[in-house]
């Protein structure tokens, strides 16, 4: 598996027991403590691996650094947060390569494994399957808020806790309770990422499905609509909602700044599941009881209308 779908992660499968994940993912800083920005990174990077079903075996540290006005002392801590994310996963770093750069930046290569017949991909969803949707909403458009004039001390906390938790136990949950398509939700936003489910496994990438989402049933981080409505919008949400809201049809009474909400360009963002319908209870009680952030049924996936989303209210 490789771009055909732009699917999270590669895999190369080894036998018929075993197939090798492989992702790397690395960005500038989205907050200023350096040890925070290194747990961020590392536990977005790792998240790819679990969007496909599969499990990291170990890192490698991809670094830019301008060592002559940050220092050794600072990307010690980035590296220190990143190693500690990779603890938590249960993996060790083992290597990687820094270059002197004029911008700092930091993230990880990943290695996985995966048995094939487990394998999650971000196609394969079928009309009926329901949609779960497993961290909350805003995380650009807060950081936006971060940088622009500060976060209080809980909404910082808030939100760096949420780009730091790992997908690891959604994504255990999703492939026991018999998930049928996955993707973790980064840059494209919701509403990208939903259009690439909504895409064949065939190589044209030929749109099959529609969706139906209910935007009551999206979760946010607290402050994010207000914050959206106030104008604290990142350049890549503007663009998510220009780009994809071509194929996506909104409920009149939806505000623009509620559709640049629901297009935020993520970091580190949760897992988007597809489940057949008679297993969405049991999924929805495997999510809450893994613990992920939120276990949010938002939508439907259907075949009356291809290619499109559906942004609806109650």
Known sequence: MGTETGDDAAVY???????????LDFFT???DDPFDFGRIAAANALSDVYAMGGRPLFALNIVGWPMKTLGPEM???????????????????????????????????????????????????????????????GSGILVTVLKR????????????????????AGAEAMVDGGARAATDVTGFGLLGHLA??????????????GVDVEFDAVPFLAGVRGA????????????????????????????ESDRLAIADAQTSGGLLIACPADRADEMERRLREAGTPVA???GRFNDTHPGRIRITKR
């Open 13 to 23: 499968r080894l036998d018929r027991e075993r197939g090798i994940v492989a992702t």
């Open 29 to 31: 800083p989205v907050v």
């Open 75 to 137: 990307l010690g801590r980035v590296l220190a947060g990143g190693a500690s994310i990779c603890h938590e996963a249960g993996i060790s770093v083992v290597g990687g390569h820094t270059v002197d750069d004029a911008e700092p930046k930091f993230g990880l290569s990943v290695t996985g494994i995966v048995a094939p017949d487990r394998i999650l991909r971000n196609v394969g969803g079928r009309p009926g399957d329901v949609l779960f949707l497993t961290k909350p909403l």
């Open 149 to 168: 004039q500060g976060l209080d001390g809980a909404t910082y906390a808030s939100v760096v806790s949420t780009m730091t938790t790992l997908n690891r």
């Open 196 to 209: 690439g489910m909504l895409r064949s496994d065939r190589p044209d990438a030929t749109a099959t499905l």
């Open 228 to 255: 959206a409505a106030a104008g604290f919008v990142p350049g890549g949400t503007k663009n998510n909602l220009r780009y994809f809201g071509a194929q996506t049809d909104f409920d009149p009474s939806i505000p």
């Open 296 to 298: 949010a049924r938002i």
